[in-house]
């Protein structure tokens, strides 16, 4: 992988993050760990993908390939521009805060990345409180089991939901690029943001459901 060797400052000016349905707390942390993409040169094939070795704990319910053919089911005015499909591990005591993001758009210095973070071995996970409705409001349209208990929300799902949902969120970062690139919200907007990238992944369904048959088949000539 490509890495800047100019050590990253808070008053220099890389690029931005966007969505993930994170507190913005946590977006300076975010962006310190991926800022250090190079952008690509001018011949290489887009996306760049990059797929971590996740702890044993965890796993991704798609791969950064799988993620590219899902990307395919999208207009290409739509993902053109895209640089980077980064499958990021997360570290353990990111994903006990109960914060940690699931998806991110990164964007700057040339750098257009769309970053999926892992999930749990055992299919579930918990939130705080505090968590986005609107997420937990789209895995119950996907049939996951959601409960909560002393002010935590928890979950669980099958492994085929999750790959859909992962789709999802894969759209729903691809919706911040679209805003981004060619509306341009206010960064400091973030509902409208959020609300843009929601939109588009929805209105989206069923190419995500395109995108899932097509790993489904080729998991299936695999196995």
Not at 75 to 98: F, M, Q
């Amino acid at each position: 992988m490509q890495r800047k060797h100019t050590p990253w400052k808070k008053s220099r000016k890389f690029g931005d993050v966007y969505g993930g349905r994170t507190r913005p707390k946590i977006a300076d942390n975010i962006f310190n760990r991926c800022h250090d993409l190079d952008a690509p040169e001018g011949d290489r094939d887009l996306p760049i993908l990059l797929q971590d070795n996740p702890s044993r704990d965890f796993y991704f319910p798609i791969s950064a390939v799988e993620a590219q053919s899902a990307l395919r089911e999208l207009p290409n005015y739509d993902v053109s521009g895209i640089t980077h499909i980064w499958c990021r591990r997360l570290r353990k005591k990111e994903y006990d805060s109960c914060s940690q993001p699931l998806a991110q758009f990164v964007c700057g210095s040339g750098v257009r990345a769309i970053v999926l973070y892992p999930w749990s071995r055992d299919r579930t996970r918990t939130f705080s409180q505090a968590s986005d409705q609107s997420l937990l409001n789209e895995m119950r349209r996907l049939d996951f089991v959601v409960t909560k208990s002393k002010g935590v929300w928890s979950v669980s799902a099958t492994e085929k939901q999750l790959r859909l949902f992962y789709i999802h969120l894969l759209f729903h970062e691809v919706g911040h690029h679209v805003d981004w690139y060619y509306r341009h919200f206010s960064a400091a907007n973030r509902k409208a943001t959020e609300d843009a990238a929601n939109q588009y992944a929805n209105e989206k369904s069923q190419e995500a459901l395109g995108a899932l048959d097509r790993i489904q088949e080729f998991r299936s000539w695999d196995a």
